[in-house]
């Protein structure tokens, strides 16, 4: 069967009519047709054109006419006026002695400043919003995740603060059946706290997880340029081995037996509790509901003090024994723990949600373990971001984990120039995040920021033997003193 084909072809047409163009000014770069030339002509009659046949044009600027002198072009730009002028405008008229160029090279210096901007947005700016329209969509991924966790993670929260509410209750069931009478107006009291706690607890559960720390941190303060002594405190203690603060004036303390004491700004013992421990407890701290808890070394359990009372709240593995504690702002516990004898300690950090491990930072990604072995206590702090700041004493280091367990950096002392080895001992972080750590063998205290940059040493307040450290609701830092069992509460913020 036989096929055809046909073609069409645009017709060019004047531009001043539909006609088909047959001709071209080449000084207008207009089309024409053979009617329109003369209209062409006498419309800009004051000009000169040169009219060629359409296929012998020339693609070339066209120059505007002058709006001074009638009949001339302008084939030149004045620089200073900023405007194209032709040729008696620069000889005798009003832009005589001007800097001007050629209009052709103005036109060829914008195409080229046009083609360096264009390139510039394509290889440059376009790109650049790509990959910031890339981060947020990965950044909008992320927080939707976690909003999800912390969704989850409240419902499991939950879940266990009711468990442990009923278990509570198991316990006072079984006790008022074997108790007698004598006993019922305690237990009664006691059963009413209790409830207060359901209260508490039920009123925490439905509280907003997602506060904005950063907005309100960024406020708190800045360095002082000298550090303040707000009170220095005889000791009651001698060795001191640790302070942990309760609200913004009073702190738990022990030594080396069996009591921990509260005392006051003034040193004023305000309560003191008597525990199993006979040479004193591995470590204390006070949790997010002021309660004191204290770590047993030899009966491998964590206690918590209720009503001037020690009860078992968390027992550590199997062969390990608890030291340090930390309580982080979350409500978990950071327990110190270690196993063996002499330099062949090993230690690591359990982090405790209620009864249960929720973490173990032992090991990096590649199986090495991220704290040396060795029998000197490790000191533990959470930082606001939720990185885990460890003094490692038998390094000689500080290591800062984030909340996966990565480690994020070491420091070594060496920044602070100090005359003896750094010797790292109680670790704490302040509303600003930054880590503020004991140095025993120099007598300071070194101050980093939460990515380990040094910041500066606090070595002027006679902190000779510097231990224990604590910091109180108003931002103070309360110092023990290891060798005398003084503690010097001293603020090295300002408000703004």
Request: glycine letters at 8%.
């Amino acid at each position: 069967m036989a096929t055809s084909t046909s073609w069409a072809q645009d017709v060019i047409t004047c531009d001043l009519c539909d006609k088909p163009t047959q001709q071209f000014c080449n000084s207008c770069q207009v089309n024409l047709c053979e009617t329109c030339i003369k209209k062409h002509r006498e419309e800009f009659g004051s000009l000169i054109h040169e009219v060629v046949p359409f296929l012998e044009r020339k693609i070339q600027l066209v120059c505007p006419e002058c709006r001074e002198h009638s009949g001339q072009r302008c084939e030149v730009y004045c620089k200073k006026c900023n405007q194209p002028v032709c040729v008696k405008c620069i000889g005798l008229g009003p832009h005589k002695g001007h800097d001007v160029e050629e209009l052709t090279e103005t036109h060829e210096n914008k195409i080229r400043k046009m083609k360096s901007d264009t390139g510039e947005i394509n290889t440059k700016i376009i790109p650049k919003y790509q990959n910031e329209d890339h981060e947020i969509v990965i950044s909008i991924s992320t927080t939707k995740s976690k909003i999800e966790d912390l969704g989850k993670e409240s419902i499991e929260l939950r879940k266990l603060w009711h468990q442990e509410v009923d278990n509570i209750f198991d316990k006072i069931d079984s006790l008022s059946l074997c108790l007698g009478k004598e006993n019922l107006n305690t237990l009664q009291g006691y059963h009413n706290k209790i409830r207060n706690l359901i209260s508490e607890l039920n009123e925490m559960s439905q509280s907003s997880l997602s506060t904005d720390v950063s907005s309100l941190t960024s406020r708190i303060g800045e360095f002082m340029k000298k550090v303040k002594v707000n009170a220095t405190i005889a000791p009651i203690y001698d060795p001191l081995w640790g302070v942990s603060c309760v609200g913004e004036a009073e702190a738990w303390i022990y030594g080396q037996n069996e009591t921990i004491a509260c005392i006051d700004i003034h040193g004023a013992v305000k309560d003191t509790v008597i525990i199993t421990c006979l040479e004193g407890p591995g470590g204390i701290s006070v949790t997010r509901g002021s309660e004191l808890i204290y770590s047993d070394y030899n009966s491998e359990t964590v206690n918590i003090v209720r009503d001037g009372k020690s009860q078992t709240l968390i027992t550590v593995p199997r062969y390990w024994r608890p030291w340090r504690l930390s309580c982080t702002r979350s409500g978990d516990i950071l327990v110190h723990v270690c196993t063996g004898y002499g330099p062949h300690t090993k230690n690591k950090i359990i982090r405790y949600q209620g009864k249960n491990i929720k973490q173990e930072i032992n090991n990096d990604g590649q199986g090495n373990p991220i704290f040396k072995d060795g029998f000197y206590s490790l000191y533990v702090s959470e930082n606001n971001n939720g990185d885990v700041c460890v003094s490692d004493v038998n390094a000689d280091a500080v290591v800062v984990v984030d909340k996966t367990g990565r480690v994020r950096f070491r420091y070594d002392g060496t920044p602070a120039r100090r005359g003896k080895s750094f010797c790292p001992t109680y670790i704490v972080t302040d509303a600003l995040s930054q880590i503020i750590v004991a140095d025993y063998n120099n007598n300071c205290l070194h101050i980093l920021d939460q990515n380990g940059q040094f910041l500066r040493c606090v070595d002027d307040c006679g902190l000779e033997e510097s231990y224990a450290l604590s910091v109180d609701s108003e931002g103070r830092l309360w110092v023990g003193l290891c060798g005398n069992g003084e503690i010097k509460v001293i603020e090295y913020l300002q408000n703004k």
